[in-house]
Structures are given as C-alpha cells and as structure tokens.
C-alpha cells in the first residue's frame, strides 16, 4: 500500500489556502463586474514588466521591418501619396453629405447623434490562460481608462475593459465565454445577447423563432446593457437554426479577426452621455 | 541562489512567456500552461509545501492576467502543486517517464479544475475546453520534459566542474 507522508502543518495550509480561493471566487459571484484588490495590485505591479518586455520585442522587431523594407518604402510612399490625393477628394465628398446630414436631421426633429472620442492602444499581450479569451493593452488609468469602457477596432468590437493598472489594461474580448454584449440584427432589429464561446466565434441568445434572423446578417450593439454604445458592428451571422426551444440557435463570427489584433480604440467618453436617444 | 528568488523569477518568465511570448511568435492557440511547468518543477522537487505555495502565488499571478474569475487558477495551481507534492513521494522525478507522467496528470487536473470550478461559480460551460487541454497536455509533456531534462544536465555538468 502507497503511503503519503505529509505534516500535518502543510495540509492546514493547504486547506486555508483552497479556502482563501473559493472566498476571493464567491466575492465575485455576488458583484460580477467588480474585480478583487487582490488582482488588482498584482496587474499593476506585474503590467509594467510586460510593457517593458513588449517595448523590447517590438524594437526588436522594428529595427528587422525597417531593415528589411527600406528597399519597398520609396514605392510604398508613392503609393500613399496617390492615396492621400484620393482621400482628399473624398473628404470634401464627406463633408458635403455631412452638412446635408445635419440639415435634414434638423428639419426632421431628430437629435445631433453624439460623437464618442477614443483613443488608440496597442495590444502587448495575450491572455495568460489558455481557457479564457483576453488581451493587455499598453494604456491605463493615466489615460483615463476605467473597467467596463468599451474597445473597438477598425472593423468592429472588440471587449471591454476589465482591469486597469497606471500603464496597462485588460480586455475582456467579445469571445470570451463570460462576455455578453446587448446586441440586434442590423436589417430587422431583432434584440439579443451575443455571448461568447470561448474559441473564435459567438452565438447570439433570446432571438425567438418568430424573429427575422438570416446568414449574412450584420449584428450590431444596441445599447440596452449600459457598456457599449448603440450600432457598433459587431459580426456577421454565419448559421440560424430553429430550435425546439423559444429561441433560435444563432451562430455569429466577430467582424475583427481577434487573434491578430494589434491596435484598438477605447471609447473614452463619459458614460452618462451613452444613451442615445432617436427623439426629442 | 536563493529559492525564492528562483521561485519568483520563474513566475515571471512563465507570465512573460505565456502573455507576451506566444504573441510574438504569432501563436493562435495557447499550447503551453507555463505557470504550471512551473508549480510541477517545485513541487515535484521541493515537496508539498512549496508545491502549494508556488501554486497559489503563480495561480494568483495568472489569475491576474486572464479574463476569468479571480482565483480559478490560484485554485487549480494549489490543488496541482499538492497532489504532485505528493507523488514526487513515491515516484522517481527525475525518471523521463515520470516526468512525462506527472506532467499529463497535473495538466489533466488543472483543465478538470478549471473547468468545474467556472461552471460552479458562473453556470458556464467552456466551450473548446477538449481542444485547448488536448494541446496543453502535448505542450506542457513535450516543453515541460525538455526543460527539466536540460535543467538536470545543467545541475550535472555543474557538480562535475564543482567537483574536478
């Protein structure tokens, strides 16, 4: 018979230390959006050493891309200087259709439409696990980053801001099974919850079968949970299946490719002025 | 040097390499569980006690760094570093196959843990949890067996130079 030998000493430790994790994990099953000082300090002491190791590894790397596209930077400056004399002719388009705009908003009663401000941020890091679905942005509380700020990306959405240090950040990312995101199908402003599933996509929840829902769909945010602001692209439906349930099984992948994302933007305006309102 | 420097540096190369490490190599999936290379390495090789303190200390770390609930990893790492603790009693560690073994079944019950703890606390499934163990348990058997065969020779080679 095997014999384990271990004090005494050690297996109260052992106890008290299980029970320390199961008090820190029960705290936020009752606040789920609060996250433990605990963490907290341990981001903020620990971020920086990652900042620091992700400056290295991108000079690194930048002094490679720079030795290695010098040959193709005069071609590619040609290039962008064609593109910037043809952004410059559809700017003054986009302006025109802007003022056209605010005419006809104003002639039809509707309100001015508030322009969030954001701010960019580069992605230094992944996910410390491999079960969850998070990154570190180099951007903090000396940017006036808060949890729960929402992060975009060119193409779409992207999280929300969990966990903010002096120099650093955590997102939660729009995959992450412990997301959801208020959203609706762009076409027939069907309401849902688009949650997360842990690998590349999500799947969108509380869509009745009743409900006009389709592939190619756009899904967009709707604004009902209080994070994100309405009509933020969010992706596009890639399966609907009629369940035997009240609600449909909808399956939908995230505009921005999250496994690349090397640059964000964090919506970083006051939160009371989120609600957007269609009518005065 | 002191253990528990070593232990801390340790912890901060796993944090390195499991966030900052696997990006730069441009890694989609994560094949590797660092921090628990880590609490496997001290515990198998100092004893219980350092098996659950270099767990909870590198759960918490990792906690502090993932998108999941605080204290998921602190747990799984605590119970990891026990329950290897007290294999290395009985098993040889230093044996390759041992190694290979301990590794498996610590992987295996860290992605156990994980799992059923998420599922108590938040009623959520992780889903694409078969895939990531499934990686992991190659990762953390084929990386963690070649990080500590090279850390022996290196301790071998060492006594030798000590002793000529």
């Known amino acids: ?280 | 040097m002191n253990i528990y420097l070593r232990i801390a540096i340790s912890i901060l190369v796993a944090l390195i390499v499991q966030t900052i490490g696997v990006r730069a190599l441009s890694t989609s999936i994560v094949y590797l569980d660092a921090f628990l290379l880590v609490v496997v390495y001290f515990a198998a090789k100092k004893g219980v006690l350092t098996g659950i303190l270099v767990g909870a200390v590198s759960g918490l770390v990792q906690d502090s760094f993932s998108g999941g609930i605080i204290g998921i990893h602190g747990f799984a790492k605590t119970l990891v570093g026990f329950f290897v603790g007290l294999l290395s009693t009985i098993l040889v560690v230093e044996n390759l196959v041992a190694q290979a073994l301990i590794l498996g079944l610590a992987t295996l019950l860290n992605g156990a843990v994980i799992v059923g703890t998420n599922y108590l606390f938040l009623h959520s499934p992780l889903k694409g949890f078969w895939g990531t163990l499934s990686y992991q348990f190659l990762g953390n058997i084929g990386v963690g067996a070649i990080i500590f065969q090279s850390v022996k020779l290196y301790s071998f080679a060492k006594e030798r130079r000590w002793t000529s």
Request: proline share 4%; aromatic share 6%.
């Open chain 1, 1 to 280: 018979m095997l014999a384990f030998k271990v004090e005494k000493k050690t297996v109260l430790i052992f106890f008290v230390l299980l029970l320390t994790m199961v008090i820190i994990m029960s705290g936020q099953v009752r606040a789920p959006t609060s996250s433990p000082h605990l963490a907290n300090a341990i981001f903020s002491v620990l971020s920086p050493l990652s900042r620091g190791v992700h400056s290295a590894i991108s000079q690194v790397q930048d002094w490679w891309k720079a030795y290695i596209g010098l040959r193709e930077a005069y071609k590619e400056k040609e290039r962008l200087e064609e593109r910037v004399h043809q952004l410059e002719v559809d700017y003054i388009d986009i302006e025109e259709l802007r003022f056209s705009n605010k005419r006809l908003r104003a002639l039809l009663g509707l309100q001015e439409t508030t322009l969030y401000s954001s701010l960019p941020a580069e992605v230094i890091g992944n996910d410390s696990s491999g079960y969850f679905k998070s990154i570190i942005i180099n951007k903090g509380t000396s940017h006036s980053l808060r949890p729960d700020m929402p992060v975009t990306a060119p193409g779409g959405l992207v999280g929300r801001v969990i966990r903010t240090s002096t120099w650093a950040s955590q997102v939660q990312l729009i995959t992450d099974i412990n997301s959801g995101v208020a959203a609706m199908v762009q076409r027939s402003r069907a309401q849902g919850v688009v949650v997360g599933e842990g690998s590349n996509s999500c799947s969108m929840k509380y869509v009745t079968n009743l409900d006009d829902v389709a592939p190619e769909d756009m899904i967009i945010t709707s604004g009902r949970e209080g994070i994100y602001p309405e009509g933020i692209p969010i992706g596009r439906v890639v399966m609907v299946k009629k369940s035997a349930t009240l609600f449909q099984q909808i399956r939908v992948i995230p505009l921005v490719d999250l496994r690349k994302i090397e640059e964000v933007l964090i919506i970083i305006k006051e939160r009371e002025t989120l609600p957007f309102k269609r009518r005065q």
